[in-house]
């Protein structure tokens, strides 16, 4: 889906300089509560296929500020051209803040048109991170198809059966278990502050 052309998508998702890619307004807002209300109000775009533009930010540019990350609807002219400055996270040599937060929101899109979500088994603590990244971006989201927030689970339990079985003692399992069952494991700050 990145970068690519969907036949008759309406709506500019950018996530960074380096991630974007298309999608119909209709399923977005069947799948999150958050992009329903940004696209409650039609668009005025009536020269262009791109009516919505939706932008993921962690720098305000008019103000040259550092900012929670947060996803904007863009105000695009009548062509479909941005009214005005769009700052987006950036990739690469001048990256700003969380680079794994983009791919985080990424992932759990790419779930809203049936893409597969695919968690970091690493290790233990990448795997709880990874898991506790991608539930936070589709609680910010408001994941209502539910689905990203099932397989994460789903994924999560089978990990954790996998390690279970490779500890060598009681105490160490259970402290596993206690772990990944802890509500607080599944806020980050990153996100825990939009």
Known sequence: MEGSRVEGA??????????????????????????KTMLEKESEVRNADIHYQIVLQNYDKETGKEINPVFRRIPLDSDGHPLRPVSVIREGHDARGNLKLYGYFDRIIATFFDGDLILDTTDITTTLEDAAGLVNAAEYLGSVSGDSLNVCSHMLLNEANRWHKSVNSLITACSLWARLSSKPLLRTPSLGSM
């Open 10 to 35: 309406d709506t500019r998702i950018i996530l960074s300089n380096r991630r974007h890619f298309m999608a119909h307004s209709v399923i977005l807002k069947q799948r999150s509560t958050l992009f």
